[in-house]
């Protein structure tokens, strides 16, 4: 499972590159959050026009379905750079040095290249539903209101790009830090074991006093 992490950084290039794509998730995740907000005002607005005129929002299920990727999919590169992603490590929290780096190298790699396969799918998937000669350059839309549906079909492959930007950033992290032997690597997640946890939690709550 995962636990809190911190990510190191220093001026080298390879720190500045985690900063700039930071603030690109960053802002994806903004636009994840505000998607949640914007669902919650939907169902208010849909709840209440029912139950005051018997008329609730037309498509409201249609609205749902176009902003679940951006709520599924926006946050997902912020939360690999913060090492939030739900993972089994009781192998991997026993590891320390090369050996440790080692095993992170492998799994980033692997998570790539199924990330690789998936913007390919996912592309292709967007790819036969958009078409700049029909009307609204969509070829499928939503069932109820008529919602063209590639701009949802598009938002998969440009957060699974984004992500494989990042697992290239924390594969050069590991690298570096398997080759060089480094002890507290710049631009990867350092998962803080219990005792750390507990002490940065505590020193939160103090700052908060």
């Known amino acids: 499972m995962a636990g809190q992490a911190t990510v190191l950084e ?3 290039r390879l720190s ?12 994806l995740a903004l636009i994840s959050g505000l998607a949640v907000f914007g669902l919650m005002v939907l169902a208010v607005v849909s709840v209440s026009g029912r139950n005051a ?3 609730p929002l037309p498509g409201y299920v249609d609205w749902i379905e176009q902003a679940m990727p951006l709520i599924a999919f ?3 590169s912020f939360v ?3 090492g939030g992603h739900i993972r089994m490590d ?3 929290s026993r590891l320390r040095g090369r050996a440790l780096w080692l095993f992170e190298l492998i799994s980033v790699v692997l998570i790539l290249v199924l990330m ?4 390919w799918g996912s592309w292709s998937h967007f790819d036969r ?4 000669g029909a009307p609204m350059w969509s070829r499928d839309s939503s069932i109820d209101i008529g919602i063209p549906l590639w701009p949802a079909k598009l938002l998969a492959p440009v957060a699974f790009s984004v992500l494989c930007a990042r697992l290239i950033l924390q594969i050069w992290g590991y690298g570096r830090a398997f080759v060089l032997g480094l002890e507290n690597p710049v631009a990867v997640p350092l998962i803080q074991d219990t005792a750390a946890q507990a002490a940065a939690e505590a020193e939160q709550f103090e700052g908060q006093d």
């Open 53 to 55: 005129i018997n008329a």
């Open 129 to 132: 539903s958009f078409d700049f």
């Open 90 to 92: 009781i192998v991997i």
């Open 74 to 76: 926006l946050g997902v």
């Open 80 to 82: 690999q750079r913060d």
């Open 16 to 27: 500045r590159l985690d900063h700039l794509l930071l603030g690109v998730e960053r802002f």
């Open 116 to 119: 690789l396969a998936l913007v």
């Open 10 to 12: 220093d001026g080298s």
